[in-house]
């Protein structure tokens, strides 16, 4: 399976995005889909995972009531929407999939990675 991230750029605070995930290969949908963050410095955080058959996401904290993950798995393709987008969003956004073993919050879990998105919120 290859993940493929895209959808970043640069917006203002206060403002949304919607990062896609892409992949390959009818494996995809049989898997659990997460997305992490990265800010420069800073250990790769858990956003967010959602079960095969999209049932009710987990969310990390941080992005509880903003972020909202879906998925098609007619398209091959996961969604993340970002609303109300703050400065301390600022991050390489990836997504991944196959949640292996352990805890499905913990990247080590997961067996396949995208190369990232960045997503830069300017205040």
């Known amino acids: 399976v290859q993940l493929q991230a895209s959808g970043g750029g640069l917006v203002q605070a206060g403002d949304s995005l919607r990062l896609s995930c892409g992949a390959s290969g009818r494996a995809f949908r049989s898997y659990t889909v997460a997305w992490f963050r990265q800010a420069p410095g800073k250990e790769r955080e858990f956003i967010g995972s959602i079960s095969w058959g999209g049932g009710t996401p987990n969310y990390g904290d941080s992005v509880k009531g903003r972020f909202t993950m879906s998925r098609d798995n007619a398209k091959n393709t996961a969604y993340l929407q970002m609303n109300n987008l703050k400065p301390e969003d600022t991050a390489v956004y990836y997504c991944?999939?196959?949640?292996?073993?352990?805890?499905?919050?913990?990247?080590?879990?997961?067996?396949?990675w995208g190369q990232g998105t960045q997503v830069t919120v300017s205040s």
């Open positions: 991944a999939a196959q949640c292996i073993g352990g805890s499905c919050y913990s990247k080590d879990a997961y067996g396949y």
